[in-house]
């Protein structure tokens, strides 16, 4: 029995058709081959002399070049329409799979192959920056990638990040709201790196449902986040989304909002420069002297798996006299110690992923270059 799923997919349920469907996929890919061959052998006698030496394009006459291309036309023609053909996937090259159709690439894939990369897809355009492609190989696999994404879901992504974005931006850098505390459309925009129709697309609807408040000036578009509505809105997206290990408010700063982005991100660098600061500022409010607070910062940087040298020298000057007669509590060092292991361990395993990820692509990228000098 056949049925559709998604519009794109052939798959076969019966045991008995599925058996003959992969054996007349055989006798194709078999037949594909032989016909292969047979030109790679009439190429071998055109690009020979009698004495068995080889002979070069050069070297050939003007028939025989002619002759000659002709055949490797035929060779590639052969190897498009075996590659591209529903008889074997173009990731695995196995023919013995139910097959999905990706339109954009006149490619079919197995179904296990393109579920792996509609998740990882999903995975990699998940963030609220979304990950940005670095140079012609990732601009390439990013548009790749897309592809296996439906429009609805990858529409429905997009929104959703911008307005993660939007409200959690608004939150920690222009609230509460006063006559210069607005943001503007282009600042947005520049700090989320996404189209302008899908941020408008958003504001109106945040507008829409009392989050925000916009005000349409001759130069740009001013937009302020509302009270209580607007702020325990985005106070309840930054607590979902942020990582499990941390129990202190941010970001802070527009690096923190980097970080943040980060975060969910597995193209930046997962470093949290904040936790140095927030140690630095709690050993500042005690006696301790600058060398000791370097030392324990230090050593912080090797419990967290991260050796890059701060030189900032602001995070080791000493308290002010009103903060010197503070001590911070034993059990907060203790909770803190724990809450960066946690953190480490997260990062750890996060890590692991991505690179059990990029490994899988490598393997793919390898294996579609092997069939491609195939022959």
């Not at 996937?89 to 192959?113: I, L, P, Q």
């Not at 979902?240 to 527009?254: V, Y």
């Not at 002297?289 to 230090?298: A, G, N, P, Q």
């Amino acid at each position: 029995m056949n049925c559709m799923r998604d519009r794109r997919a052939i798959i076969i349920k019966n045991p008995r058709l599925r058996k003959v469907r992969n054996e007349l996929r055989k006798l194709f890919l078999k037949a594909v081959s032989r016909e292969w061959n047979k030109l790679f052998d009439e190429k071998e006698k055109i690009s020979k002399y009698k004495d068995g030496t080889v002979k070069s394009v050069k070297n050939m006459s003007a028939s025989e070049e002619m002759h000659f291309r002709s055949l490797q036309n035929k060779q590639a023609k052969l190897r498009n329409i075996s590659d591209k053909s529903i008889c074997k996937c173009t990731t695995c090259g196995k023919a013995d799979r139910d097959m999905t159709y990706n339109k954009a690439y006149d490619s079919w894939y197995c179904t296990e192959c393109y579920d792996m990369h509609r998740e990882y897809a999903k995975f990699l355009f998940q963030t609220i920056g979304k990950t940005k492609p670095q140079g012609h190989e990732d601009t390439v696999m990013h548009e790749l990638l897309e592809t296996f994404v439906d429009y609805e879901i990858s529409h429905e992504i997009e929104l959703k990040l911008v307005r993660e974005g939007i409200l959690i931006y608004l939150l920690r850098f222009h609230y509460p709201r006063d006559d210069t505390s607005y943001t503007m459309l282009a600042e947005i925009q520049n700090v989320l790196g996404r189209s302008q129709k899908a941020i408008k697309f958003v504001l109106n609807s945040l507008e829409q449902e009392k989050l925000i408040e916009l005000e349409d000036t001759y130069s740009n578009l001013k937009i302020w986040l509302t009270k209580p509505r607007g702020t325990i809105k985005a106070e309840r997206i930054l607590i979902t989304i942020r990582s499990d290990s941390f129990d202190h408010t941010f970001p802070t700063t527009l690096e923190d909002f980097k970080l943040l982005i980060g975060l969910r991100s597995d193209m930046i660098e997962y470093e949290n420069p904040e936790l140095y600061e927030l140690l630095a500022n709690e050993l500042k409010t005690t006696k301790l002297s600058r060398e000791e607070i370097k030392h324990k910062i230090e050593e912080l940087k090797k419990i967290t798996g991260n050796t890059r040298e701060y030189e900032d020298s602001h995070l080791y000057e000493r308290p002010t006299s009103d903060l010197k007669s503070k001590k911070v509590p034993q059990e907060e060092n203790l909770q803190m110690e724990n809450r960066h292991k946690t953190e480490k361990y997260h990062h750890e395993k996060q890590k692991r992923r991505i690179e059990e990820l990029k490994m899988q692509k490598i393997e793919e990228m390898k294996k579609k270059k092997s069939r491609k000098n195939w022959g």
